[in-house]
């Protein structure tokens, strides 16, 4: 024993004791996990039952504690608020501006700064606070909430505010924690009221964002305000006049000075050109840009939302706190949970209301039959409190058993505390009247609670009607696919004719009006002399007289024909031809015509669509020729270039000539050929062929991030080549078979489904969203097989599989199916014999017309005009 004394008493051994190791990764472990527990908790994440983070309560609170309906200055909200929330003047007081900046909860006075402009708010000595009638209406109800103590144990504090509105969705909120954050968008407050009620009937909800700072929002992609969803938000830009256009609205998140600050960024940058821009900002919103020389304003526009900040995209990321634990729901999950929770809170008020109702009613009848029975006399001649009590229980035993409970010593009691003057000026029919009044308001508040949910839309629709005033949509929503004309549209200026005497442009507002047009267009004119000439559009510019047709030119384009008959000046013979100007030299003149002295035009049409009409031509009575009047059809000659003299209409003198009939296409399909090199679309046969492709045929384009895209086969479009899997005509029949790897799970997937969606030039994504995922190869062959080489049992094996006997065809949403449980080594595409390239219209029809050619290659083409003509008047129709 005295050795172990010994031992224990070792100053030796108490200094090892003293620096006896602890594991650090131990400390690491318990003290972060405690950390980021308590951030997750109390600092960034809201709770969904109110929607507040802990600051933003107990300044509710301590707010609630201090109203007298009159204003406080910020500064005593902090110091009342810093009794529950222990971190500091400077939290608080950022959470009281962010609060007043939502013009919700809190009405204002004094400088609270500006979110469109990014301005700060005062200082908190300057400004004032106090609760709106909104919020003493919704968030406070000390009967329904749920207490505890504060940090010091010195005062209770709510747990949640008993708030019986979706505050949360109405606000919204952000908040980085530490391995999560969330970012809840704000929602119109007159769009939740309606949801709610919808919800109560029964139906779904589906609610969009709506920003304080307005715009516009294209919620395509929102997910329901799910991780992994996007918004895009535009700034609202007007053209004010040529050369300036105005910012009317910002996207939420910026302010007007970071916008400009992007717009300056873009400028300096080379991929707008500006000359200036001014911050107009005072109530409403205004930046206007002034545009440099020879800029157009909607190509501008398109540059601003490319470029700038006046379009950004938002990620939301909806994660509340539901009993101690973040979790994640959709924004109309969060409604629909404070719907139900408004409900519940109602059914607790009406429940709590009707037990006071019952006493009130109990104790008036108690009163009643104490004075009116005169029971108060009984115990005049009792001497102890005890004979007191009971004499009062004795008189009231007749009447107990009318009341809803057992009648207690507490009620006894109170009836003894009753003064002799209110005995004395007791009045029945008052108290009957009163009594009566306490029925029907209990007889209410049954009916409410029968009809709860009928109760709990009326509560919502009062809400309305008190509150929703001013509380309109500011967002404008929008699908950017098919953006606004204001957005978009590329005609900024007018064009006038003058036709005799040969003047075009914008500034000859006296003039004939021609179209829309953008200051950065050419012109193209067609002159009665057979001559063509492209110009850039002026204000006035002279071209040349006699102008039988001005449009805007479009170079390259194959669709527009015109269809011609002149009169040739040397020959006298009357000439007609169709032909196409795809490509002209800027200021030069073309003549249509075979150039000689005298020729001019008869008869002159534009057509966008290579129409062919039929025209009856009348002759001179002087003509030598029998027939006089005869029709003739465009669609029965070539389309060539604009330099061919013609075909040969008629060799006698032409008195008139005049429409018919309208005519139809005569154009068929476009053949369209993609060069992967260059990532561009082309007629010229380079590359690939994709298809033969007519209107509103389309183009899908797979890349390789796991993503598909609809675009038209515009020639201007551009496919960054590198990042596309596949490019071909569209067919919305087609079963599209894929392969993918999943950057979570570490394997790959197949599935098959169809292409559902129809809105163009926009990435839709069917695969996980990891960051690691990505398509391995898709296919829309009917019947696609894949090899697979894998490792079983540490040996590797080769196996092909039919991809359409693995999976169902299902949504392009669908995850998919597991590729193979064994690991894969490699995957490649079995090709398979693909369908005979398809045939265009136009190459069937020139096969046909080859094979017709070797079994009546003599035949005269004017032999297929539908009437007899004799061999002597056969010079008068030429070679058609």
């Known amino acids: 024993m005295s050795e172990e004394n010994n031992n224990?008493?070792?100053?030796?051994?108490?200094?090892?004791?003293?620096?006896?190791?602890?594991?650090?990764?131990?400390?690491?472990?318990?003290?972060?996990?405690?950390?980021?527990?308590?951030?997750?908790?109390?600092?960034?994440?809201?709770?969904?039952?109110?929607?507040f983070k802990p600051v933003q309560r107990r300044i509710l609170?301590?707010?609630?504690?201090?109203?007298?309906?009159?204003?406080?200055?910020?500064?005593?909200?902090?110091?009342?608020?810093?009794?529950?929330?222990?971190?500091?003047?400077?939290?608080?007081?950022d959470a009281i501006v962010n609060l007043g900046q939502k013009e919700l909860l809190i009405e204002t006075q004094g400088n609270w700064g500006d979110i469109r402009t990014g301005d700060g708010a005062a200082a908190a000595r300057y400004i004032e606070a106090r609760l709106s009638k909104f919020a003493l209406e919704v968030g406070f109800n000390p009967q329904t909430t749920e207490w505890q103590l504060s940090y010091d144990g010195r005062k209770k504090e709510p747990v949640t505010l008993p708030v019986k509105f979706p505050l949360l969705l109405a606000q919204g909120v952000e908040g980085i924690a530490v391995g999560l954050s969330t970012k809840i968008l704000p929602h119109n407050f007159c769009e939740l009221i309606e949801a709610s009620i919808e919800i109560l009937q029964?139906?779904?909800?589906?609610?969009?964002?709506?920003?304080?700072?307005?715009?516009?929002?294209?919620?395509?992609e929102y997910n329901e305000g799910l991780r992994g969803g996007r918004i895009k938000v535009r700034a609202k830009i007007e053209e004010e006049d040529s050369k300036t256009l105005l910012i009317k609205d910002i996207p939420f998140g910026t302010t007007t000075n970071s916008l400009i600050d992007s717009i300056i960024k873009a400028n300096d940058k080379g991929k707008i050109k500006i000359k200036k821009v001014v911050d107009n900002t005072a109530k409403d919103v205004?930046?206007?840009?002034?545009?440099?020389?020879?800029?157009?304003?909607?190509?501008?526009?398109?540059?601003?939302?490319?470029?700038?900040?006046?379009?950004?995209?938002?990620?939301?990321?909806?994660?509340?706190?539901?009993?101690?634990?973040?979790?994640?729901?959709?924004?109309?999950d969060i409604l629909a949970y404070n719907t139900k929770q408004t409900k519940k809170l109602l059914k607790q008020e009406l429940e709590i209301r009707k037990a006071e109702l019952m006493e009130k009613l109990l104790f008036s009848s108690l009163e009643k039959i104490f004075i009116e029975n005169r029971i108060y006399r009984d115990i005049e001649e009792c001497e102890t409190w005890d004979a007191v009590i009971e004499t009062i229980d004795l008189g009231l035993t007749p009447f107990k058993p009318e009341f809803y409970r057992e009648i207690t010593t507490e009620d006894i009691v109170r009836l003894t505390e009753i003064k002799i003057k209110r005995i004395s000026k007791f009045d029945a029919f008052k108290a009957d009247e009163l009594m009566k009044k306490l029925q029907e308001e209990l007889k209410q508040?049954?009916?409410?609670?029968?009809?709860?949910?009928?109760?709990?839309?009326?509560?919502?629709?009062?809400?309305?009607?008190?509150?929703?005033?001013?509380?309109?949509?500011?967002?404008?929503?929008?699908?950017?696919?098919?953006?606004?004309?204001?957005?978009?549209?590329?005609?900024?200026?007018?064009?006038?004719?003058?036709?005799?005497?040969?003047?075009?442009?914008?500034?000859?507002?006296?003039?004939?009006?021609?179209?829309?047009?953008?200051?950065?267009?050419?012109?193209?004119?067609?002159?009665?002399?057979?001559?063509?000439?492209?110009?850039?559009?002026?204000?006035?510019?002279?071209?040349?007289?006699?102008?039988?047709?001005?449009?805007?030119y479009r170079k390259g384009d194959e669709r527009m024909v015109y269809n011609l008959i002149y009169l040739d000046g040397k020959s006298g013979r009357a000439?007609?031809?169709?032909?196409?100007?795809?490509?002209?030299?800027?200021?030069?003149?073309?003549?249509?015509?075979?150039?000689?002295?005298?020729?001019?035009?008869?008869?002159?049409?534009?057509?966008?669509?290579?129409?062919?009409?039929?025209?009856?031509?009348?002759?001179?009575?002087?003509?030598?020729?029998?027939?006089?009047?005869?029709?003739?059809?465009?669609?029965?000659?070539?389309?060539?270039?604009?330099?061919?003299?013609?075909?040969?209409?008629?060799?006698?003198?032409?008195?008139?000539?005049?429409?018919?009939?309208?005519?139809?296409?005569?154009?068929?399909?476009?053949?369209?050929?993609?060069?992967?090199?260059?990532g561009r679309l082309n007629t010229d046969q380079r590359g690939q062929r994709i298809g033969n492709f007519l209107g509103d045929d389309k183009i899908v384009v797979f890349y390789k991030e796991g993503s598909y895209e609809l675009t038209t086969f515009e020639l201007t479009n551009?496919?960054?080549?590198?990042?596309?899997?596949?490019?071909?005509?569209?067919?919305?029949?087609?079963?599209i078979s894929a392969v993918y790897y999943d950057g979570g799970s570490k394997t790959f997937y197949v599935k098959r489904f169809n292409i559902e969606t129809s809105t163009l030039n926009k990435n839709f994504n069917f695969i996980s969203d990891h960051k690691q995922s990505y398509l391995k190869f898709v296919s829309t062959e009917k019947q696609p097989q894949v090899k697979l080489l894998l490792l079983k049992n540490k040996t590797e094996e080769e196996v092909e599989y039919d991809l359409d006997m693995l999976i169902d065809v299902k949504g392009w949403k669908a995850l998919g199916n597991k590729l193979s449980s064994h690991e894969i080594k490699s995957i490649s595409l079995v090709e398979t014999k693909s369908a005979s390239e398809e045939k265009s219209p136009a190459t069937d029809e020139a096969e046909n017309l080859d094979t017709a050619s070797d079994d009546a290659e003599d035949l005269e083409i004017g032999a297929t005009i539908d009437f007899k003509i004799k061999k002597e008047d056969d010079d008068q129709l030429g070679l058609f």
């Open 61 to 93: 609170h301590a707010m609630k504690e201090m109203d007298d309906g009159r204003f406080n200055k910020v500064a005593n909200i902090i110091g009342q608020s810093m009794q529950y929330h222990p971190h500091g003047d400077a939290s608080i007081g």
């Open 202 to 220: 029964g139906n779904k909800s589906n609610i969009l964002p709506d920003f304080p700072t307005g715009g516009m929002a294209d919620f395509t």
């Open 718 to 735: 551009r496919y960054e080549s590198k990042e596309v899997v596949l490019l071909e005509k569209f067919d919305p029949e087609k079963v």
């Open 286 to 332: 205004e930046i206007q840009i002034q545009l440099a020389p020879g800029q157009s304003p909607d190509m501008t526009i398109d540059a601003l939302y490319a470029f700038t900040d006046c379009e950004v995209s938002i990620s939301p990321n909806a994660c509340v706190i539901i009993q101690d634990k973040p979790v994640f729901l959709t924004v109309n």
């Open 445 to 552: 508040v049954n009916y409410n609670l029968k009809h709860l949910t009928d109760y709990a839309i009326k509560f919502f629709t009062n809400l309305m009607d008190k509150y929703g005033k001013g509380r309109e949509r500011k967002t404008e929503i929008r699908t950017f696919d098919t953006i606004a004309a204001n957005v978009v549209a590329a005609n900024n200026a007018k064009l006038y004719v003058n036709r005799t005497d040969g003047f075009i442009g914008y500034g000859l507002k006296k003039d004939e009006f021609v179209c829309d047009c953008s200051d950065l267009d050419d012109i193209i004119v067609f002159r009665k002399d057979g001559v063509c000439i492209v110009s850039r559009i002026q204000e006035k510019g002279f071209v040349g007289k006699d102008i039988i047709h001005v449009a805007v």
């Open 575 to 678: 000439m007609v031809k169709r032909f196409q100007v795809l490509s002209v030299t800027r200021d030069r003149e073309y003549d249509l015509t075979k150039g000689t002295k005298g020729s001019k035009v008869l008869y002159f049409t534009a057509n966008p669509n290579g129409e062919a009409e039929i025209v009856t031509v009348f002759l001179t009575q002087g003509a030598k020729a029998r027939i006089k009047v005869f029709d003739f059809e465009f669609s029965t000659i070539e389309i060539k270039g604009r330099g061919a003299g013609g075909n040969i209409l008629t060799r006698y003198p032409v008195r008139k000539i005049q429409l018919k009939m309208e005519g139809v296409s005569t154009l068929g399909g476009i053949d369209i050929f993609y060069d992967e090199h260059i």
């Open 8 to 51: 224990n008493n070792n100053p030796e051994d108490k200094e090892d004791s003293l620096h006896e190791s602890i594991p650090v990764t131990g400390m690491y472990k318990d003290w972060f996990l405690d950390y980021a527990s308590y951030v997750i908790l109390e600092r960034a994440v809201p709770a969904i039952e109110d929607g």
